[in-house]
T-cell receptor, first 114, second 117 residues
């Protein structure tokens, strides 16, 4: 069965530190890839998405992600985190031609210390 | 984008009862989805609800337990039937703007936090 794995359950960083959250998926076909964020008390919001083209995609709030097809990975990065980035981050995969449904990773809770 | 509201935002229910969750969208959408997020876990798709057809359920979810209605292009309901404490979760609806195979994203509602005693 298709699955999405996020390597880190909980990450704690100080402000200005660099961030990289890992995401791997298991599916050999064409995929669309997403990172969603859920800030405390708020609903899920899209950070960025990859459908095709340049494998390095930029999202909101200075986040970027790189799709490496050979590694089935879509890692999220940010060069310098802020306290306001404290949130839960979800990687998700949409299997092409299987409707719009998303398969989510387990989520990574990011805590940024001021 | 789409603005999605859900009612109720939270509820505490007794085992054996049922709860119907409403999802309202501010624009007409073809595809709506219902997800469950159990405590400490990720989101799991329950079913896809397209207007004018029966909902399509994912493995492990059945219509008798989670009946869904989709009477029009802006509204859907999910009922959690004969609840047990294991049904305690956050239930979210989402919508997909555009078609299923085009370059679109899903927008999520705020969720309904259900606690079953």
């Amino acid at each position: 069965a298709q699955s999405v794995s996020q390597h880190n359950h909980h990450v704690i960083l100080s402000e200005a530190a660099s961030l990289e959250l890992g995401c791997n998926y298991s599916y050999g076909g064409t995929v669309n890839l997403f990172w969603y964020v859920q800030y405390p008390g708020q609903h899920l919001q899209l950070l960025l998405k990859y459908f095709s083209g340049d494998p390095l995609v930029k999202g909101i709030k200075g986040f970027e992600a790189e799709f490496i097809k050979s590694k089935f990975s879509f890692n999220l990065r940010k060069p310098s985190v802020q306290w306001s980035d404290t949130a839960e981050y979800f990687c998700a995969v949409n299997l092409y031609n299987q409707g719009g449904k998303l398969i989510f990773g387990q989520g990574t809770e990011l805590s940024v210390k001021p | 984008s789409a603005v999605i509201s859900q009612k109720p935002s939270r509820d505490i229910c007794q085992r054996g009862t049922s709860l119907t969750i409403q999802c309202q969208v501010d624009s007409q959408v073809t595809m709506m989805f219902w997800y469950r997020q159990q405590p400490g876990q990720s989101l799991t798709l329950i079913a896809t609800a397209n207007q004018g057809s029966e909902a399509t359920y994912e493995s492990g979810f059945v219509i008798d337990k989670f009946p869904i209605s989709r009477p029009n292009l802006t509204f859907s309901t999910l009922t959690v039937s004969n609840m047990s404490p294991e049904d305690s979760s956050i239930y979210l609806c989402s919508v997909l703007l555009g078609g299923p195979s085009s370059y679109n994203e899903q927008f999520f509602g705020p969720g309904t936090r259900l606690t079953v005693l």
